[in-house]
């Protein structure tokens, strides 16, 4: 049943990265407090939460301990502990349930999912083997992708396989999962739609992001996608769709490639607020974090708007340096920094948002900042 939560109630959060950060700022902006299940001692929502409980995802004590003090659970991160989320909405009050946790946490089960909604995804075959994949890779032919069942993200657990000579390149994922080899999908752009919806059913997009990566990782997210706008259509339809067949309740992010021919080929579910909304915390009426504590919290949703064109552009660790030199030369952009003591190369440690008249002359703006450098 859903119940609304109000100001002055917790809100526990499973996770205490950067989202878990941006969702508790949130919540606090409208008199919620904030309580954070995170293994690490000095983590970004924990920077700002009430309450800090420091232990692994699956730590029973820790779970009910969360339980006592939250008037309702959420997460930020998809790999927490399923059997511990489980348990904890036998406890709780966890309106999104553990089952779409389960379902996105596997390759295997997201893809049957998405077809389950009706939406497109590359040609993909399962294989619990390096053998069983060597049998298999004719149905997929080549160039195709073998990725990890199981725990991949940015890139990491997946290899492009360019011909038959390659396949030896994937033994060494086995050890770690089942995996699927999938078609090499030429796309033309990649765009993420992020959907939410709350308990009663309603259900909201926001306005679509068209993603840039540089080495896997997102670089930079330019709001709306320049796509057609019968593909834009398609493509919040089709979140909408895999949102209603999964009985969302929260957010969910959907990356979709952009064939030549403007179809989509859905790739990867996020059920949870996702890098690529980012912007929305300036550029919208409604940030991804505030519609997500309002879905959670059984709050009616807002319809988004965007009030201008808008990029936002990750800050890695390489250039926290270089963007701190740069912040008196830019008085427009708005800059996050999740918190994060060590800055390692390619490690995500915050983002610019850039609102403009001129995706065009702010794209030539972000470039001769000489942040992004190389
Ligand atoms: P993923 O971890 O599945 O999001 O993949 C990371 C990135 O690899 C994507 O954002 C794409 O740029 C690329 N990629 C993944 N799968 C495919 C595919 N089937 N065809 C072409 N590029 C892909």
Known sequence: MTKVIYPGQTIGIIGGGQ???????????????????????????????????????????????????SDVITYEFENIDYEGLKRLTQIAYVPQGAELVRITQNRVTEKAAI???????????????YDELVAKIDEIGFPCIVKTAR????????????????????????????????GFVPFEKEISVIVQRNGQGQTYCLPVGENIHVHHILHETIVPARIAETTYEKATEAATKIADSLNLVGTLAVEMFVLESGELVINELAPRPHNSGHYSIEACNISQFGQHIRAVCGWPLRQPRLWAPTISINILGQHVIP???????????????????????????????????????????IQNAGIWSE
């Open 323 to 365: 963007l701190t030199n740069s912040i008196a030369k830019y008085p427009d952009w708005s800059v996050h920094l999740y918190g994060k003591a060590e800055a390692k190369v390619n490690r995500k440690m915050g983002h610019v948002t850039i609102m403009t008249e001129s995706i065009d002359t702010t794209l030539e703006q």
């Open 115 to 129: 077809v389950e909604a009706g939406c497109p995804v590359a040609p993909y075959v399962v294989a619990e083997s």
């Open 151 to 182: 725990g991949g993200y940015d890139g990491k657990g997946q290899q492009l396989l360019k011909s038959a000579d390659d396949l030896s390149l994937v033994r060494a994922l086995f050890e770690h999962s089942v995996c699927i080899a999938e």
């Open 19 to 69: 989202l878990g950060r941006m969702m508790a700022l949130a919540a606090k902006e409208a008199g919620f407090k904030i309580a954070v299940l995170e293994p690490a001692m000095d983590s970004p929502c924990g920077q700002v939460a009430d309450i800090r409980i420091v232990a692994a995802y699956d730590d029973e004590a820790a779970l009910e301990e969360l339980a006592e003090v």
